[in-house]
């Protein structure tokens, strides 16, 4: 009824400016019929698309005021997210508000779900939607959500497709957050899921070093000795034998500090035995203090990088005069700090021990103000469930 | 002597049945889990049984954890554990209590070195692999009493923490033996650990500081 009023009023107001035009310049130049007719034509042409908008704004405010209303707060809605000071997620109570339909929810569809694999706002998976009252929501050919009325009435309907449309920009940007959020999730657990496997395969190795390798040559070497008895000590083979046992030692020595590479055996004892082992030979003072909590695994030698990586720093870099490594546990969360009182200025970012911290869900942070020192700081959740 | 022999690495079990066969003891039993380990133990009555820390069936520490068991069991009966790495949670603690050993697998290839151990260990005295005393005594821990040890006595500590007589760190030191019983009583006066005629004693008690005075862990 608002919209018919408004083309009244637009038809009314052109012809009226279509025969003002046409008699205003009759009058003034005394021009013939043909030029005032083509100049009005021109002039009302000019006029009639921005005149129908004012009338239809206007005759909507007085007609039909609370579809303008309605109109209006969505709009305001939309300028608030541009802004940045409303989440787009909360279209779904600005449409619920907006049209008074408590019952009124959103659902999402994301790139590569199923034919009803829907989700709401929040990003939670939900049921099928009930048939009845869809609105659906497309971006080109396909269809990216539908919003599910509560109440439904033909004017109804109308209304909210009128109302959705206007709500589209805040309806993607929803979307597509969502689907950022659930990439970034999965792209987290897919590197958790890494980390883990590496971590184990590492300990495999280290296991296969010195259960395997290790033994193995241990044993060539005691067949060796068995033979050695048998030959008079001091002769040329006797000798010869030394050196080639010498030589499997060297290479069990080898082996050894490869597995301590792929997994410090160490860690068997507990992360503090193990830190304590790494420290032991420190030319300056390192003040330990490390907690004893039962961990698993890949916390305890993400840990124990941690701290390996930023003492060795310290020790190349710093010319510290004490270290300080300390492993807290507090609440929910593993603390590990390796600080020194060196000169400071940062030694590079650490980038794959940062990478482990974040892996596990934790936080790595380096502080080195030239002159103070450096602090390396990880911060890793870890609930202690007890027992071990 | 009479050797139980515990490993799961039949190549490194047989080698070290051979060796010791060779050199004249008798290797009453030799089992590849733990968990057969005590009834071979409580069946042939060894002198000395000689066990791998990581074994079946959780190829974890079961050896060090069946070492504990048999210590309860039967109280004196002397242990050698063995270890392709150092590690003490289970088994250092128990080198201060005499007839016990924990060595590096690898220390069977110095044959007389290991022989002169499984002897010490049997007659109720220990041994220590180096590595382990190294670490016990590492230059992080010189905050300690240690510190006023000299050069020459922290030498002889080692060597008596690794389980040697005064005749051994003699011998090895190439110093007499009176020296050696001069450093010793001097260290155990800087320790403050209490005077004892007996060697055997005094390694323990050594040895103890050294765990005792442990850094973390």
Redesign the interface.
Known sequence: MGETLAWLLTTLVSAGVFAAVVFGLGAAVGASGAVGGGGAAFAVALLVLPLHRRVQAAVGRVVDRERYVHAARIQQFVRDVRDGTAAPEDVETVLRDTLDDPGLTLWLKLPGSTADGYVDPSGTAVAAPPDGGRIPLRSGPAEVGLVVLGRTSARRQRRARELVALAALPIEVSRLRLELRAALEDARTSRARLVQAATEERRRLE?DL??GA??????A???L??VQ?RLESGSPEHRELDAA?EA??AS?AEL?SL??GLRP??L??????????L?????V??R???A?VPLPEVLATTLYFVVAEAYANALKHAAAGELTVEVAHTGDALTVLVADDGVGGAHGPMTSVRDRVTSVGGEFAIESPDGVGTTVKAVIPHADRGGR | MRIVVADD?V??R???V??LT?VGHTVVAAVGDADQLPAAVAESAPDLVVIDV?MPPT???DGAKAAGELRRAHPGLPMLLLS??????HSVALVAEGGFGYLL??R??R?DDFLDALTRVAAGGSALDPQVVG?LL????R?TALSRLTDRERDVLALVAEGHSNAGVATRLHLGERTVETHMRAILQKLDIPETADHHRRVLAAVTYLLLA????
């Open positions: 296991r010195h259960d290790q033994q193995q040559i241990v044993a070497g005691m067949r000795r068995s008895r046992v499997l030692e069990i050894r597995a301590h055996s160490r068997d004892d507990g992360l503090p035995a193990a830190l304590a082992s420290v032991a030979d420190s030319p003072p390192v330990l203090s490390v004893d | 690495s190549l490194f047989e080698g070290l051979r060796l060779e990581r190829m974890t520490d392709q790495h150092v590690e003490t949670r697998k690898d069977v290839l044959v670490a590492a230059p992080a821990r905050d442990r850094p973390a862990g």
